[in-house]
Nanobody
Framework: QVQLVESGGDLVQPGGSLRLSCAAS????????MDWYRQAPGNQRELVAT???????NYADSAKGRFTISRDNAKNTVYLQMNSLKPEDTAVYYC?????????WGQGTQVTVSS
């Protein structure tokens, strides 16, 4: 099993920045990629960014140029740096860890972008 704990969500003004963190514990050697998803009220959960064990990254079009996913292997933590935030970025952000045949989810952290 893998446990994920997200943190860093907050209320921020448009144009501001936040850094989300996802700390992983447990059977993390089974994980080959980690993702950030988000879900706004009334919307489906959507993939925002991915980072593989090899360090390759991928972003949703809405995140390109504004968000950066990174990892600190020593801390077993994945980050999502979010800049130039917009009201439409408001959502609960979830960390996901992909293992062989299994997906693990965190509890989510709320990001609200509003003036």
């Amino acid at each position: 099993q893998v446990q994920l704990v997200e943190s860093g969500g907050d209320l921020v003004q448009p144009g501001g920045s936040l850094r989300l963190s996802c700390a992983a514990s447990g059977s993390i050697t089974s994980i080959y990629a980690m993702d950030w998803y988000r879900q706004a009220p009334g919307n489906q959960r959507e993939l925002v960014a991915t980072i593989t064990n090899g360090g390759s990254t991928n972003y949703a079009d809405s995140a390109k140029g504004r968000f950066t996913i990174s990892r600190d292997n020593a801390k077993n933590t994945v980050y999502l740096q979010m800049n130039s935030l917009k009201p439409e970025d408001t959502a609960v952000y979830y960390c996901n860890a992909r293992g062989i045949g299994k997906y693990y989810w965190g509890q989510g952290t709320q990001v609200t972008v509003s003036s």
